[in-house]
Nanobody, 118 residues
């Protein structure tokens, strides 16, 4: 069984920064892509950023230049550094990972709340 545990959410003022972490644990043979999604009240879940096992990254247009995704493959951990946060970034942020167990499973974390006050 695979678990994704997120941490680092919280309340921050506009212009501030937060860093999210997500660690995968369990019977893991390997991890392909990892990513962060977010869901604001009344809106659909959307991709924020993703990173391949080789380190290639992709970002939503709304966060380009402000957010940075990275990963530590030795620790099965993905990070999201969020700078210049704005009220519209307020959402529940979910970690996602394509985990090989050995079949490929799409796994989700429980979510962490990020609130940006104006």
């Amino acid at each position: 069984q695979v678990q994704l545990v997120e941490s680092g959410g919280g309340l921050v003022q506009a212009g501030g920064s937060l860093k999210l972490s997500c660690a995968a644990s369990g019977s893991i043979f390997g991890i392909n892509a990892m990513g962060w999604y977010r869901q604001a009240p009344g809106k659909q879940r959307e991709l924020v950023a993703q990173i391949s096992s080789g380190g290639s990254t992709d970002y939503a247009d709304s966060v380009k230049g402000r957010f940075t995704i990275s990963r530590d493959n030795a620790k099965n951990t993905v990070y999201l550094q969020m700078n210049s946060l704005q009220p519209e970034d307020t959402a529940v942020y979910y970690c996602n990972a394509q985990v090989v167990v050995p079949i490929l499973r799409n796994c989700w974390g429980q979510g962490t709340q990020v609130t940006v006050s104006s």
